[in-house]
């Protein structure tokens, strides 16, 4: 009887501690892409919740899995921590939020999606509305929450995401939903862009790895690495990713590549072998990275590579190659892609892709935490004659 209402106090307690922001609530669905790609957005969200200073719902992340046919939702402490974010804006996790707040802030009849314009669905039709469960991940994420929409909400074209140019977004956007009348805005898809503006980078500073992450990372480099500093690198290799370099050719930017060509290409030029770097490129640059740490730091050189990939890790033919310099390349046995993020993060250098949007958060915590990074085939190796932007001329499908 006493420990019953003893769980009862404590559930009233838990309860009252958490109140409605008057000022209002961002949610949306992680939509677009795998893990890095929700990432940027989940930055430009942060930053855009901010701006409106409404409270930012977070999302769990959505994942897919072999042999599932519907995307599987997972929470977003799993991999982050809650309390880190609240030193730059406030946040709920969507699970905390539909739990104890939504009930009564957003019943059912008042649950409006928000979107640009109209969106078609599957069949082809748009219904005059966002079709927000409309296909695979948008329906199973809000079905996760037993979320049905009442109706449909188009903020096009007058509004848009960007509160970063001009000093009016923001505020255009809180007179035309006041919080008073519209508690909640719940995006179809994630009000923020890819790759994620310049202005937003800095915040992954407050993105820190839970305690689980934290702590396999730091557990596996101890028992598992030899004594000694290591290098991480990420392989993209994938068929998918095979294809999509593809497009390099008929693109001045893509995906991720801000990160090194610039937002304006103010650095230089896409190039086939920045998507897709050869044998030669990977194993030429990281014996360079080696020797320039071991003259830098003769008393801790580098005695291992990590090696994060969606396929190809290379193992036994970086193992032959730097063989002779008494360094050994690994890779995580449980292939798990977020412990393989940790883990480059603490890394004495990187390199990454620079068109990876997985590449792309290593690099962003990297220098949140003052830790060096580089990249494949970049700056391109000079080989002939200059060209405008500091390159050399191209010798291998430079566009």
Same mark, same amino acid.
């Given at each position: 009887?006493?420990?019953?209402?003893?769980?009862?106090l404590?559930?009233?307690?838990?309860?009252h501690?958490?109140?409605?922001?008057?000022?209002g609530?961002i949610?949306?669905?992680p939509?677009m892409?795998?893990?890095?790609?929700?990432? %940027?957005h989940f930055? !430009?969200?942060f930053?855009f919740?901010?701006?409106?200073?409404?409270?930012l719902v977070?999302?769990?992340?959505?994942e897919?899995?072999?042999?599932?046919?519907?995307s599987?939702?997972?929470?977003f402490d799993t991999?982050?921590?809650?309390?880190?974010?609240q030193?730059?804006?406030?946040?709920i996790?969507?699970?905390?939020?539909?739990?104890?707040?939504?009930?009564s802030?957003w019943?059912?009849?008042?649950?409006i999606?928000?979107?640009?314009?109209?969106?078609m669905g599957?069949d /082809? +039709?748009?219904?005059?509305g966002?079709?927000?469960?409309?296909?695979?991940p948008f329906?199973? *994420?809000w079905?996760?929450?037993e979320?049905e929409f009442?109706?449909s909400?188009f903020f096009g074209?007058k509004?848009n995401?960007?509160?970063h140019? /001009? %000093?009016s977004?923001a505020r255009r956007?809180s007179?035309?939903y006041?919080?008073?009348?519209w508690p909640?805005l719940?995006?179809?898809?994630?009000?923020a862009?890819f790759p994620?503006q310049?202005?937003?980078?800095?915040?992954?500073?407050?993105?820190?790895?839970?305690?689980?992450y934290?702590t396999?990372?730091?557990q596996?480099?101890?028992?598992?690495l030899?004594?000694?500093?290591f290098?991480g690198?990420?392989?993209? @290799? /994938?068929?998918d990713w095979v294809r999509?370099?593809?497009?390099v050719?008929?693109s001045? @930017?893509? *995906?991720?590549?801000?990160q090194c060509l610039?937002y304006?290409?103010?650095h230089?030029?896409l190039?086939?072998e920045?998507?897709?770097? !050869?044998?030669?490129?990977i194993i030429?640059?990281?014996?360079?990275q080696?020797?320039?740490h071991?003259e830098?730091?003769?008393d801790?050189p580098?005695?291992a590579?990590f090696?994060?990939?969606?396929s @190809?890790?290379?193992?036994g033919?970086?193992?032959?190659?730097l063989?002779r310099m008494d360094v050994t390349?690994v890779?995580?046995? %449980?292939?798990?892609?977020?412990l393989?993020?940790?883990?480059?993060?603490?890394a004495?250098?990187?390199i990454?892709n620079?068109?990876?949007?997985y590449?792309?958060f290593?690099k962003?915590?990297?220098?949140a935490?003052?830790?060096? +990074?580089?990249f494949?085939a970049?700056?391109?190796e000079?080989s !002939?004659?200059?060209?405008?932007?500091?390159g050399s001329?191209?010798q291998h499908?430079?566009l």
């Amino acid at each position: 009887m006493y420990r019953l209402v003893g769980l009862l106090l404590a559930f009233l307690t838990f309860a009252h501690s958490i109140t409605v922001d008057e000022h209002g609530y961002i949610m949306y669905c992680p939509c677009m892409g795998r893990f890095g790609n929700q990432a %940027d957005h989940f930055l !430009g969200s942060f930053g855009f919740a901010k701006a409106l200073n409404r409270t930012l719902v977070l999302p769990p992340w959505v994942e897919y899995r072999k042999g599932e046919v519907r995307s599987i939702q997972v929470p977003f402490d799993t991999y982050f921590q809650v309390g880190p974010l609240q030193a730059f804006h406030r946040v709920i996790t969507m699970e905390n939020f539909m739990k104890t707040l939504a009930p009564s802030l957003w019943p059912p009849a008042e649950r409006i999606s928000f979107c640009y314009t109209e969106r078609m669905g599957l069949d /082809g +039709s748009t219904g005059h509305g966002c079709n927000a469960k409309s296909g695979n991940p948008f329906g199973p *994420f809000w079905d996760t929450f037993e979320v049905e929409f009442a109706g449909s909400e188009f903020f096009g074209p007058k509004l848009n995401y960007d509160i970063h140019h /001009g %000093d009016s977004m923001a505020r255009r956007w809180s007179e035309r939903y006041p919080a008073a009348k519209w508690p909640v805005l719940a995006f179809t898809g994630a009000p923020a862009a890819f790759p994620v503006q310049q202005e937003n980078l800095l915040l992954h500073r407050y993105l820190r790895w839970s305690v689980k992450y934290e702590t396999g990372a730091k557990q596996f480099i101890r028992d598992t690495l030899p004594r000694g500093a290591f290098i991480g690198v990420h392989l993209r @290799n /994938g068929i998918d990713w095979v294809r999509a370099c593809e497009h390099v050719k008929e693109s001045s @930017n893509l *995906f991720s590549s801000p990160q090194c060509l610039g937002y304006r290409n103010e650095h230089g030029q896409l190039t086939a072998e920045l998507c897709m770097p !050869g044998r030669d490129t990977i194993i030429r640059q990281l014996k360079r990275q080696i020797k320039l740490h071991r003259e830098a730091a003769p008393d801790n050189p580098i005695r291992a590579v990590f090696v994060a990939s969606d396929s @190809n890790h290379m193992l036994g033919e970086l193992n032959d190659a730097l063989k002779r310099m008494d360094v050994t390349v690994v890779r995580h046995p %449980d292939g798990n892609p977020h412990l393989d993020l940790a883990i480059l993060g603490r890394a004495n250098h990187f390199i990454g892709n620079c068109i990876s949007s997985y590449s792309a958060f290593v690099k962003r915590e990297r220098d949140a935490n003052g830790f060096p +990074s580089s990249f494949w085939a970049f700056p391109p190796e000079k080989s !002939g004659a200059k060209v405008k932007g500091g390159g050399s001329s191209p010798q291998h499908e430079e566009l």
